[in-house]
């Protein structure tokens, strides 16, 4: 059981580049998010997911785009890149929205020059 | 706006010098309050969901207890595999499952 697995692990933009992180879940789980983390900080929401072809802006949104097109997939798109989304991207998982734990993916590392 | 403040922000403790962690929140009716685990480079790792003040859960040599305003996460006897950075977070009633997140305590055990 793979859990929530995100794609690539690391990568490198230049300013103004475009890319998507992907995030995928085997565990038929409804709800999906993306965060981001910087240095010594919490995890701050991006964007968010409660079904396939239902999605809401989180705490951060600027800059990212998202949908869902399957329970399975939850990529998260980033526009043209700019310094300042450098930063460790989190995916996470949940069975429902109502008070249930979260399952995280191992994360990606994105730095933008 | 739900806000959670973690305190300290670190933590070093001789194996086996037991002490709590701190995560103070505010929200408009709480519906859960989560602890995590995370390793350096990884992802985040659920420990427990708290739902009303007077809850404790255990595991191992953690404990969570919760009030209406704050949440303990006491460490016994801890040993060097503890060391982890500890990440509080809540869900309100208001915001519909979203999960507002602490800056999250680091701690160090020394063997």
């Known amino acids: 059981n793979a859990g929530v697995t995100q794609t690539p692990k690391f990568q490198v933009l230049k300013t103004g580049q475009s890319m998507t992180l992907q995030c995928a879940q085997d565990?038929?789980?409804?709800?999906m998010s993306w965060y981001r983390q910087d240095p010594g900080m919490g995890l701050r929401l991006i964007h968010y997911s409660v079904g396939a072809g239902i999605t809401d802006q989180g705490e951060v949104p600027n800059g990212y785009n998202v949908s869902r097109s399957t329970t399975e997939d939850f990529p998260l798109r980033l526009l043209s890149a700019a310094p300042s989304q450098t930063s460790v991207y989190f995916c996470?998982?949940?069975?429902?929205?109502?008070?249930?734990?979260?399952?995280f993916g191992q994360g990606t590392r994105l730095t933008v020059v | 706006e739900d806000q959670v403040t973690q305190s300290p922000e670190a933590l070093r403790l001789q194996e086996g010098e037991s002490s709590s962690l701190n995560c103070s929140y505010t929200v408009s009716g709480l519906r859960g309050l989560f602890w995590y685990r995370q390793d350096p480079g990884k992802g985040p790792e659920f420990l427990f969901t708290?739902?009303?003040a007077g809850e404790e859960k255990e595991k191992e040599r953690l404990k969570a207890t919760l009030t209406k305003k704050e949440s303990f996460l006491h460490i016994t006897a801890p040993k060097p595999e503890d060391s982890a950075t500890y990440l509080c977070?809540?869900?309100?009633?208001?915001?519909?499952?979203?999960?507002?997140f602490g800056d999250g305590t680091t701690l160090t055990v020394k063997p």
């Open positions: 565990m038929n789980h409804e709800y």
């Open positions: 708290l739902y009303s």
């Open positions: 977070a809540v869900q309100g009633h208001t915001n519909a499952g979203k999960s507002t």
């Open positions: 996470a998982s949940s069975p429902g929205t109502g008070s249930t734990e979260a399952f």
